[in-house]
């Protein structure tokens, strides 16, 4: 199907339709819950690598289709700041659509710059910061490639008193679909719906979602100068207040 293929908004809105006629979508808190368990349903995430506006958008839509899901939080990210106003305000509109928010923990980057820290007091630091920076508590952990690290991750159901979304126990009841870097990976999402796989973990990264189709490497370069071009206008506008030019 079209839909599955066409990384745009427009298609993002057709699947989440698509999946609402047959599924219910549930928090990683609810995973262990018999009572949804059994039901047919999908945890729904998004790591937020990129770019918080189009995380924001994403939010915007997903809540007018009424479904929530959980945005996760990446502290290191080089595309962006959580200490900047604009990116700021993108995570306060998405905890405004009532999303839930999660922490994307980067042990790599700890790894490189930091080796002796301990990973598990860090988890706790940047929990602690988004409680204290956005007054909210992150309810789950998703960890930022996983698959590249050279530490194994934890198989328990909690981190630090976050929903681990690698758990075993997700990993062996769930089908996993991820969008990474523009394309369905481990299980295609469209497969996964017509075989009726009664649990499935979705990840998708916002940034893949744009109002209009663009390359990988387009949307990559929109994520990198529209950052820079907002820096640009903040700084002539500061310019004008100070010398009215």
Request: charged share 25%.
């Amino acid at each position: 199907m079209t839909i599955f293929k066409d990384f745009t908004e427009d298609n993002y809105r057709n699947i989440i339709k698509t999946v609402q006629k047959e599924y219910k979508f549930y928090s990683f808190k609810h995973a262990r819950i018999e009572n949804r368990y059994k039901e047919k349903h999908v945890l729904w995430r998004h790591d937020i690598d990129m770019s918080p506006h189009r995380a924001a958008r994403i939010a915007q839509i997903e809540s007018e289709e009424d479904i929530r899901s959980t945005y996760f939080l990446h502290l290191h990210s080089s595309f962006y700041n959580l200490f900047e106003e604009s990116p700021l305000e993108k995570i306060y509109s998405i905890i405004d659509c009532g999303h839930e928010i999660g922490l994307h923990f980067d042990i790599g980057f700890y790894q490189q710059v930091m080796p002796d820290l301990n990973a598990l007091l860090m988890i706790q630091e940047e929990t602690k910061f988004i409680l204290d920076w956005l007054y909210i508590n992150p309810t789950s952990i998703s960890f930022h490639n996983p698959s590249l690290q050279k530490t194994d991750i934890p198989n328990s159901d909690f981190i630090c008193g976050l929903k681990n979304a690698h758990s075993l126990f997700i990993r062996q009841n769930y089908t996993y679909c991820s969008d990474s870097n523009s394309v369905w990976n481990h299980n295609p999402l469209e497969d996964a719906i017509e075989d009726e796989h009664p649990r499935i973990h979705v990840l998708t990264h916002p940034e893949w979602w744009t109002d209009v189709p663009m390359s990988r490497h387009e949307k990559v370069e929109r994520c990198i100068v529209g950052r820079c071009e907002d820096q640009r206008r903040r700084y002539n506008l500061l310019m004008e207040d100070v010398y009215g030019k």
